[in-house]
C-alpha cells in the first residue's frame, strides 16, 4: 500500500465516521419514493401500451384491413393548467383556450375626435415652394368614446368538452364566431365583466347559460365573470366537473399583472412541479411565417409572474422533432416538449442512467384547422410532444414506415410454413415486390410481384407466382385487399395461405398477397370470392420441379414465378 | 424488516430500506461531494430513484448496489457536477494557499481533503469506491460504468494528482 492509499483510507474513514447521518427517513423523502413508484409504474405501462401499439400498427402494416400508418397520437390528455391565475382542470379530451391576449387584441371602446386649430402665412419657405404656417392658437380636440358591443364580455377562458375552433366564443361576442352547444355539451365561459353589464346580460349572451359566479384581480380593478353552460342532454360527470370549476372561481384573486401570452391559444399540457406552473399552448403565435401555427410553453411562478418562450413551429415529415427543455424541480428533473411531424410515432427520453420515459404525443387540436388556410393544413397532421423525464437525456424517435421511409429491401411481411420454409415480401420499388424464400437447403427470389392497381388497369385477375425449387415450391397470389379465398384444398400437408394486405402508403397500398408453401408433386386448388376473382373459377395449381403448372382456371402467371436453385 | 421478495416496497419497508441503506449512501456522497448538504440531498435523490425502480431491479436483494451505483451516477453527470462545481465556488472561493505538506497529521489531513475536493468527479469517484467503499477494481468499473483499465487510469491519475497538489501547495 503506498502512502496516498493509505493517508486516503484514513482520510475517508475519518470524514465518514465524523458526519452525524439519521437513519429515520423523512417524511419527505418516503413521499417521493411513493410518486416515484406511481410514476415509473405509469411510465411502464405506458411503455407497455406503446410497444403494444407499435405491435399493432407493425400487424396493421402486413395485417388484415386495419389502418397502417402512423398511430394517430392520444387525444389531449387531462390538464390541470394554471391560466394567469384561473386554475382549471380539463378532463382528457376537453378543449381549454387561453383567450387573455384578446383583451387586448379586440377593441372593445372606439374613440372619435376632431382636431381644430388656427395659423397664418409667415411668408415663403426657403425654398420657395410653398408656404409653411405657425400655430397661434392652442389646438383644440373633441372626442367621443362608444363601447363596442361585448355584451357576454371578453371572453379570457374557455372550457368545453366538445371541439370549437380557437376564435369561437361560446358566449355572444360580436366579434367572434358563435359557438352552437351540442345537446350534451358543457362549458364554462370566463370573461372581463364590464362595468355596464348585468348578470342578467352575461346569462343571456349564453345559450345554455345556467348559473355564473363573479371574481376579480388582486387590487379588486376589474372584475370577471364566469358562466356554467349546460346543454340538456349533458351527462351527470360532465355537469359535475363544471360545478366544480364553478366553485372554486368563487372569490378567486388572480394577478394585476398583464398576461404574457401574445395570441389566443389551446391548453394542450400542463404541470407544475410545486413552485412553477406550466402550459403548453397551440395556436398562432408564430409571425413572419404563412400559416403562424406554433406552440408555446408559459410558466408562472410562485408570485404569479408568466414567462413565455419562444414559438415553435410545426415539424415538416422527415425532420427530426424540435425538442426544449424547461428544467423544474426537483434538479435534474425537466419538462422537454417541442413538435414532430406526422410519421413520428413516438418519442422517449433516455437518461445517462437509462432510465427511459416515453412522450405523450398530443394532436394539434382539431379546432385549428378551421382557421387554417387549405394549403397549410398538412402541418396540423404532425403532434405536439412532451415528457416530464428525471433528467434530460438522450430523444429515441420511432417513426413509421411512409412514402419517403419506405426503402429498396424493406420487409412488407413475413411468415413460415412452421417447419422447415420461411418466406418474406422485399420491398423493391414502387413497382416491385420480390417474395423471397428460405429452407434449411435452398433458397430463392421470386421475380416482381406488381401491385394489385397495376393488374386491376390489365383487367383485374389474381396473379399467381414463386419461388419453384425441387422439392418445394412457394407460391404467392396478388389480390386485391378485399378479396378472400372461399375455399382451399390441397392434396399436400402444407399449411393454409398466409395472407397480408399492404397498407403502407405506397403502390402497394391496397394489395393483398396470399402465400402457401406446396411440396413437389402436390396440387391445391383455390376459390376466390367474386372480388378476388370476377370470373369465379377455381385456380389449379401443382407444383413441380421447378415450376408449377396451372391445372384449371384463367389466373396468369405473367413469368412472376422463378426456379429456386437447386440444393 | 425489509420483504425483499415483494414485488414493491410499501411506505413501511421502504422506511426500513432507508434505515438499512440510505446512511451509507450518505457517507458516500459525502466522500464524493465533501458538502454535506449536497450529500443527504444526493443520497436522498439516489434512493428515490431506486425505490421507484425498485420492482425492476434485477436482483432486489442488491438494493445496496444499486443504490451505490445511483449516488455515483448522479454525482458525476453533467448537469450535477455543474452544479456542485458552481457550489463549491460559491462556497469556497478561490484556493487558498497552505502551508502543511506532512502527512498524516490533522492540518496534512485537512490538506489532502481540500485536494481531493479538486479532483475530477470520476477520478475522486474512483478513489473512494476503491479506497474507502474497498471495491475490487472490476466492481469499481461497473459502477462507473467504465472498462478496468479505465478505472486503474483514474486511480493513477487521481493519486498523482493529489501527491502534485499537496507538494505544490508546501512549496509555497
Request: aromatic share 6%.
Given at each position: ?8 483510507r484514513?482520510?475517508?474513514?475519518d ?17 417521493r ?9 405509469a ?28 398511430a394517430?397520437?392520444?387525444a ?31 377593441p ?5 375626435c ?9 411668408g ?29 364580455g ?103 399583472e398583464?398576461?404574457v401570452?401574445?395570441s ?19 395556436g ?7 400559416s ?8 408562472a ?16 415529415p ?12 426537483p434538479?435534474?428533473?425537466a ?5 414532430s ?15 427511459t ?17 387549405e ?9 405536439i410532444?412532451?415528457?416530464i ?10 417513426s ?12 412488407l ?6 417447419a422447415?420454409?420461411?418466406w ?20 430463392g427470389?421470386?421475380?416482381?410481384l ?32 378485399d378479396a ?5 384444398r390441397?392434396?399436400?400437408?402444407g ?9 403502407v ?8 398477397f396470399c ?27 401443382a407444383?413441380?420441379p ?18 429456386a436453385?437447386?440444393? | ?17 432507508y434505515a438499512r441503506y440510505?446512511?451509507?449512501a ?72 497552505h502551508?502543511?505538506?506532512?502527512l498524516?497529521?490533522?492540518e ?26 474497498d ?26 494528482a ?11
Amino acid at each position: 500500500m503506498n502512502d496516498v492509499e493509505h493517508d486516503l483510507r484514513e482520510l475517508f474513514h475519518d470524514r465518514a465516521g465524523s458526519l452525524p447521518v439519521s437513519a429515520l427517513a423523512p417524511e419527505t423523502v418516503l413521499r417521493r419514493g411513493r410518486r416515484r413508484q406511481v410514476s415509473v409504474v405509469a411510465a411502464g405501462t405506458a411503455m407497455v401500451v406503446v410497444v403494444v401499439a407499435i405491435a399493432a400498427g407493425a400487424i396493421a402494416i402486413v395485417g388484415s384491413g386495419r389502418t397502417s400508418m402512423p398511430a394517430a397520437p392520444s387525444a389531449l390528455p387531462p390538464r390541470t393548467a394554471t391560466i394567469h391565475g384561473i386554475q382549471v382542470s380539463a378532463p382528457a379530451g376537453w378543449t381549454l383556450i387561453d383567450d387573455w391576449p384578446l383583451a387586448s387584441l379586440l377593441p372593445t371602446t372606439s374613440q372619435t375626435c376632431s382636431f381644430s386649430a388656427t395659423g397664418i402665412p409667415v411668408g415663403p419657405s426657403p425654398a420657395g415652394a410653398g408656404t409653411s404656417t405657425e400655430t397661434t392658437g392652442q389646438p383644440s380636440a373633441t372626442c367621443s368614446t362608444e363601447t363596442a358591443p361585448l355584451p357576454a364580455g371578453v371572453p379570457v377562458v374557455q372550457l368545453a368538452n366538445f371541439s370549437f375552433p380557437l376564435d369561437g366564443s361560446l358566449c355572444h361576442v360580436e366579434q367572434l364566431r358563435s359557438v352552437d352547444l351540442p345537446a350534451d355539451g358543457v362549458a364554462v365561459y370566463v370573461a372581463a365583466f364590464d362595468g355596464a353589464m348585468t348578470t342578467a346580460d352575461v346569462l343571456d349572451a349564453c345559450p345554455g347559460g345556467r348559473s355564473l359566479t363573479t371574481f376579480a384581480d388582486r387590487s379588486v380593478r376589474t372584475l370577471y365573470v364566469a358562466v356554467s353552460i349546460v346543454g340538456p342532454d349533458a351527462s351527470p360527470g360532465d355537469v359535475s366537473t363544471v360545478d366544480r370549476l364553478m366553485e372554486s372561481l368563487g372569490g378567486l384573486r388572480i394577478p394585476d399583472e398583464q398576461p404574457v401570452a401574445t395570441s389566443p391559444g389551446y391548453v394542450v399540457a400542463a404541470g407544475d412541479d410545486g413552485t412553477l406552473t406550466w402550459r403548453i399552448e397551440a395556436g398562432f403565435p408564430v409571425r413572419g411565417s404563412s400559416s403562424g401555427i406554433g406552440a408555446t410553453l408559459i410558466t408562472a411562478d410562485e408570485n404569479g409572474h408568466e414567462t413565455v418562450s419562444d414559438p415553435v413551429a410545426p415539424v415538416e415529415p422527415g425532420q427530426e422533432p424540435s425538442a426544449q427543455t424547461q428544467p423544474l424541480r426537483p434538479e435534474p428533473s425537466a419538462l422537454i416538449w417541442g413538435t414532430s411531424s406526422r410519421d413520428v410515432t413516438s418519442i422517449a427520453n433516455v437518461t445517462p442512467d437509462g432510465i427511459t420515459t416515453q412522450a405523450t404525443l398530443i394532436p394539434w387540436p382539431e379546432g385549428l384547422r378551421s382557421t387554417t388556410a387549405e394549403s397549410d393544413q398538412s402541418q396540423l397532421d404532425g403532434s405536439i410532444w412532451f415528457a416530464i423525464v428525471a433528467e434530460p437525456g438522450r430523444i429515441e424517435v420511432t417513426s413509421a414506415p411512409s412514402v419517403t421511409g419506405l426503402q429498396r429491401g424493406a420487409v412488407l411481411h413475413a411468415g413460415s410454413d412452421g417447419a422447415d420454409a420461411s418466406w418474406s415480401l422485399v420491398y423493391q420499388d414502387e413497382q416491385c415486390v420480390r417474395l423471397q424464400v428460405d429452407t434449411s437447403s435452398i433458397g430463392g427470389v421470386g421475380d416482381c410481384l406488381p401491385p394489385w392497381a397495376d393488374l386491376e388497369s390489365h383487367g383485374g385477375r389474381p396473379l399467381i407466382g414463386g419461388v419453384y425449387g425441387h422439392q418445394l415450391a412457394v407460391i404467392v397470389i396478388v389480390l386485391p385487399a378485399d378479396a378472400t379465398i372461399d375455399s382451399f384444398r390441397t392434396d399436400g400437408t402444407g399449411p393454409n395461405p398466409d395472407c397480408a394486405t399492404i397498407h403502407v402508403e405506397s403502390n402497394f397500398a391496397g394489395t393483398q398477397f396470399c402465400i402457401f408453401p406446396l411440396a413437389v408433386g402436390a396440387t391445391a386448388t383455390i376459390t376466390l370470392d367474386a372480388n378476388g376473382d370476377p370470373l369465379g373459377s377455381p385456380i389449379g395449381i401443382a407444383a413441380q420441379p421447378g415450376t408449377i403448372e396451372l391445372t384449371e382456371g384463367g389466373a396468369r402467371t405473367v413469368g412472376a414465378g422463378s426456379p429456386a436453385p437447386s440444393p | 424488516m425489509v420483504d425483499e421478495t415483494s414485488s414493491e416496497p410499501g411506505q413501511g419497508a421502504m422506511a426500513d430500506l432507508y434505515a438499512r441503506y440510505v446512511p451509507a449512501a450518505v457517507r458516500l456522497a459525502f466522500l464524493l461531494t465533501g458538502d454535506p448538504q449536497r450529500a443527504e440531498d444526493l443520497a436522498h435523490d439516489a434512493f428515490v430513484r431506486c425505490v421507484g425502480r425498485f420492482v425492476y431491479l434485477r436482483s432486489q436483494t442488491a438494493f445496496d448496489a444499486y443504490l451505490r451505483r445511483s449516488v455515483v451516477n448522479l454525482h458525476t453527470s453533467r448537469i450535477r457536477r455543474r452544479y456542485l462545481e458552481r457550489e463549491w465556488l460559491r462556497r469556497e472561493g478561490p484556493p487558498r494557499a497552505h502551508a502543511t505538506t506532512t502527512l498524516p497529521d490533522v492540518e496534512g489531513r485537512e490538506d489532502l481533503w481540500r485536494v481531493l475536493g479538486t479532483l475530477p468527479p470520476r477520478q475522486r469517484a474512483a478513489l473512494v469506491l476503491r479506497y474507502y467503499e474497498d471495491l475490487s477494481e472490476q466492481e469499481t468499473a461497473t459502477v462507473l460504468g467504465c472498462s478496468v483499465a479505465a478505472v486503474k487510469s483514474l486511480v493513477a491519475r487521481g493519486s498523482d494528482a493529489l501527491r502534485d497538489r499537496i507538494a505544490e501547495g508546501g512549496e509555497r
